[in-house]
């Protein structure tokens, strides 16, 4: 059964850091783009950053740029989201993704069960 599981969230003051992981497990990690979701209350889910399979290629939203950084570590199965210079603003859910296409078409999407980060002082 394919699981992500997101870890690393907490509570921070403002301009404080935080790493958050995604362990994958049951799928091949590496085939897969990886993404960061969150989701502040009363908000819609927004992508924060993403990287390519396997590698190499990033993009961020305009929100984060600057701060935040995405990386994966293909053997170990782990995607990061290295956070710095944190606001009350990034106050939300943040969720792990993993998406591809198939060779047939078929679209794969798994998600983590999230992690709360709250930056506050």
């Known amino acids: 059964q394919v699981q992500l599981v997101e870890s690393g969230g907490g509570l921070v003051q403002p301009g404080g850091s935080l790493r958050l992981s995604c362990a994958a497990s049951?799928?091949?990690?590496?085939?897969?783009?990886m993404s960061w979701y969150r989701q502040a209350p009363g908000k819609e889910r927004e992508l924060v950053a993403a990287?390519?399979?396997?590698?190499?290629?990033?993009d961020y939203a305009d929100s984060v740029k600057g701060r935040f950084t995405i990386s994966r570590d293909n053997p170990k199965n782990t995607v990061y989201l290295q956070m710095n210079s944190l606001k009350p603003e990034d106050t939300a859910v943040y969720y792990c993704?993993?998406?591809?296409?198939?060779?047939?078409?078929?679209?794969?999407?798994?998600w983590g069960q999230g992690t709360q980060v709250t930056v506050s002082s």
């Open positions: 990287i390519s399979s396997p590698g190499g290629i990033t």
């Open positions: 993704n993993a998406a591809r296409i198939g060779a047939t078409g078929r679209a794969y999407d798994y």
């Open positions: 049951e799928f091949t990690f590496s085939s897969y783009a």
